[in-house]
């Protein structure tokens, strides 16, 4: 049976890509920016724009958007700031009104996790753990065919679990501590120019770091040490087949640093937990989200694709 054409969305602070989508591969894509500071409606307006530019004729619509999804109303929650008006939304309400196709919404790293899980870096696996590095750092779990997301929606949170790397250092959700402190871009920007005294961002970080700046590199090789030593300690607990990483330029330098220092922390019977980068790109969360749609509607769907 052929697989269904799905419609997928990946709705950020700055920008909102669509593509449609069949058995796990991408068929057409486009973006624009988003409305942020004109609110939801807007926001939506502008989604439900970009899917019908894509012309087809898909049948269900999934979403990755920032916030949490509270499982027992299928509310936005914890919502980012950067979208105006963004808590309480309806999501899936809100596109079918404008589009009249079913769909579900997931957090944008779930989706991410969803979408390497089942047709990237992950696929065929059992239990893969992703890792999205950015502005800040999230995570997804997918185990035995299943997203978990929790009692509240929170389920993959790692940039808030608590290593000594972090010890006293403020982590933007109010605690201290914990791995996003150190290792997020921001941090390792803000680590950067505390013992040079050269405020730039994390891509200038990675620049200067491949053309051989020490400290770019020791502040690189830290967070990477840290984002490791988390790792092991979920890896000891789930003891995954994979983790899968992605985010922005410096996922190279982090993975290449995090692989030691998360074999040194995990237990020894679980030998050296394969940590990998992601395979899909910009477009993880698009092809997660479709497969979340699909998998609420109990869609059918083939094999996964193997993408270049």
Not at 4 to 25: N, Q, S
Not at 103 to 127: I, K, M, S, Y
Not at 218 to 229: D, I, K, N
Not at 236 to 261: F, K, M, S
């Amino acid at each position: 049976m052929t697989a269904p054409l799905l419609a997928a969305l990946d709705i950020g602070g700055t920008k909102t890509a669509a593509a449609l989508v069949r058995g796990g591969a991408v068929l057409v894509r486009t973006q624009a920016p988003t409305p942020a500071r004109d609110g939801a409606a807007a926001v939506l307006d502008r989604a439900a724009e970009l899917i019908r530019s894509l012309g087809g004729h898909p049948v269900a619509v999934g979403v990755g958007a920032p916030g949490l999804v509270d499982p027992a109303t299928g509310l936005l929650t914890a919502a980012t700031s950067s979208i105006d008006d963004w808590s309480r939304v309806d999501v899936p309400g809100a596109l079918r009104r404008r589009l009249g196709l079913p769909g579900t919404v997931l957090n944008d790293v779930q989706a991410f996790t969803l979408g390497e899980a089942v047709h990237g870096a992950g696929r065929g696996l059992p239990t893969v753990i992703g890792v999205a590095v950015g502005t800040g750092i999230g995570g997804g779990v997918h185990a035995a065919g299943t997203l978990l997301t929790g009692r509240s929606g929170a389920a993959g949170h790692l940039g808030h679990l608590p290593v000594p790397q972090a010890l006293g250092r403020p982590c933007p959700c109010g605690a201290t501590g914990h791995v996003e402190a150190v290792a997020a871009g921001p941090a390792v920007a803000a680590r950067y120019a505390e013992r040079t005294g050269d405020p730039v961002d994390l891509p200038e970080v990675v620049r200067r770091a491949r053309a051989g700046d020490h400290v770019a590199r020791t502040v690189l090789v830290e967070a990477g040490a840290a984002l490791g030593t988390a790792l092991a300690g979920l890896a000891n607990v789930l003891d995954p087949d994979r983790i899968v990483i992605g985010g922005g330029a410096a996922v190279p330098e982090l993975l290449a640093a995090a692989g030691p220092a998360c074999t040194a922390a995990c237990m020894p019977v679980l030998g050296a937990v394969p940590l990998v980068p992601a395979a899909l790109g910009a477009d993880a969360a698009l092809v997660g989200a479709a497969e979340a749609a699909r998998r609420v509607l109990d869609l059918p769907t083939t094999p996964a694709v193997v993408h270049p």
